[in-house]
């Protein structure tokens, strides 16, 4: 039996892509490598940002409202990092187009990969990171890391 494809924030399988040079390697997220064709992704990597890098949050809304150019994305540097994230999340959608994708687990939390949450600030507030959205936008499942069991 063919196994479906899906994308994978590259961080959960302990690539260190993440903003700190780190990874959040999932034991539960390595173990869908059996089950499934993983397909690693990190839409911040891919729209040019470099790693490590300054942490960066959505300001006036969330991923959702990124999209609708409603909110922003910035760096704890105050420099604005929009256009990174939007090509971050440009890039992932064109893979999962050109592999058939329908379904990815993200990093919950993050201004590009969370799915229920993201933070802002010193806050966790409700709402999508801009991958999330743009995925969602164009039906295809998400499922945060912390759904896996």
Not at 28 to 35: A, G, Q, T, V, Y
Not at 70 to 89: H, Q, S, W, Y
């Amino acid at each position: 039996m063919k196994k479906q494809k899906i994308l994978v924030s590259a961080c959960l399988l302990g690539v260190n892509c993440r903003y700190d040079g780190l990874s959040k390697s999932d034991p539960k997220i390595i173990n869908l490598l059996s089950r499934y064709n993983v397909v690693p992704v990190c839409p911040e990597q891919l729209g040019g940002l470099p790693t490590p890098r300054p942490a960066a949050e959505i300001f006036n809304g969330t991923g959702k409202e990124v999209l609708e150019s409603k909110a922003f994305v910035e760096n704890r540097d105050n420099i604005p990092v929009t256009d990174n994230f939007l090509k971050g999340a440009d890039q992932a959608l064109k893979i999962a187009k050109l592999l058939s994708i329908k379904k990815a687990v993200f990093k919950e939390r993050s201004p590009s990969c969370g799915v229920h949450y993201i933070r802002s600030g010193d806050k966790i507030i409700k709402g999508c990171g801009v991958t999330t959205a743009l995925f969602l936008k164009n039906s295809i499942e998400v499922i945060s890391d912390e759904e896996i069991e």
